[in-house]
């Protein structure tokens, strides 16, 4: 079953502006991650937040977690054109055997 | 030196035919995975197995068997491919505990 929903599903902003992605899932968490796919290739982790933390930072990336409304944010700063990508939340939800449920994911264009 | 390594990349095939697509990953992982992307890039789980053992069965027609001879190893078969079986399939692997997967590059699967 699908588990989040992603906010907005597409984006395009100027190169050097902030992007924010958002995402609701449904149940109870162990953590949050996101992940970012480039055309044509695989999925890249580039975070993890787990559900007793409410912000964690990694280079450009501010990820936030909020577990009273379900809800997190991929903050990305100062983009860059090779930020250009589809980006995915994924749940790993309480007993579920650490099985990743994906969402539905935003498309971010950077225009140079 | 990749982490993850799926073949073959690309696989067209007729209505019908049976088909393998093989994964294997060389980061000492214990639970591997097998995901579908769709063509509106939907992710759902079909699979995952901990230690060559099944852990995870989502509703997948019995005609997809996965089969893990080692826990570095985890291959899909596909029977009797149908249309609707097209989309991208990606194996995946992680470490319990740790979180974030470790995907390949995906096999991208046509039936016609």
């Known amino acids: 079953s699908q588990q989040g929903e992603e906010d907005p599903q597409a984006l395009s902003i100027q190169e050097g502006e902030n992007a924010t992605m958002n995402c609701s899932y449904k149940t109870s968490i162990n953590n949050l991650q996101w992940y970012r796919q480039n055309s044509g290739r695989g999925l890249v982790h580039l975070i993890l937040?787990?559900?007793?933390?409410r912000e964690k930072h990694s280079g450009r990336l501010r990820v936030t977690l909020d577990t009273s409304k379900k809800s997190s944010s991929l903050l990305i700063t100062a983009s860059r054109a090779a930020d250009t990508a589809s980006y995915f939340c994924?749940?790993?939800?309480?007993?579920?055997?650490?099985?990743?449920?994906f969402g539905t994911g935003t498309r971010l264009t950077i225009i140079p | 030196d990749t982490a993850v390594s799926q073949t073959p990349k690309y696989l067209v095939t007729q209505m019908g035919n049976d088909k393998s697509i093989k994964c294997e990953q060389n980061l000492g992982h214990d639970t591997m995975y097998w995901y579908k992307q769709d063509s509106k890039k939907f992710l759902k789980i079909m699979f995952s197995y901990n230690n060559k053992e099944l852990i995870i069965n989502e509703t997948v027609p019995n005609r997809f068997s996965p089969k893990s001879p080692d826990k570095a190893h985890l291959n899909l078969h596909i029977n009797s491919l149908e249309l609707g079986d097209s989309a991208v399939y990606f194996c995946a692997s992680s470490q319990v505990g740790r979180g974030g997967y470790t995907f390949g590059s995906g096999t991208r699967l046509t039936v016609v």
């Open positions: 937040i787990r559900s007793n933390e």
């Open positions: 994924a749940t790993d939800e309480t007993g579920g055997n650490e099985k990743l449920t």
